[in-house]
């Protein structure tokens, strides 16, 4: 225990534009098919699609926030 060294800082995580662009691209899509696909149950695909989007919009954002949060 007395020579134990200090513990060092973790290591931020890197912020990757690319990375973060494929989990609001990918969250944004899903949405967007889980939309068509509750639309083209009701009977309206293309309005499902547009809700998906509207909702998916705001998810993908968080998300792609939660994920890189510490990299600035």
């Known amino acids: 225990m ?3 060294g200090r513990m060092e800082p973790s290591a931020r995580r890197p912020f990757e ?8 691209i990918g ?3 899903a949405a967007i098919a889980f ?6 149950l009701a009977g309206a695909a293309g309005i499902g699609a547009l809700i998906g989007a509207v909702v998916g919009i705001p998810i993908a954002v968080y ?3 939660r994920r890189y ?3 600035f």
């Open 27 to 29: 969250i944004l899509l």
């Open 17 to 24: 534009p690319a990375g973060a662009g494929g989990v609001l």
């Open 35 to 40: 939309g068509a696909l509750i639309g083209w």
């Open 63 to 65: 998300s792609v926030y």
């Open 69 to 71: 949060r510490g990299a």
């Open 2 to 4: 007395v020579c134990s």
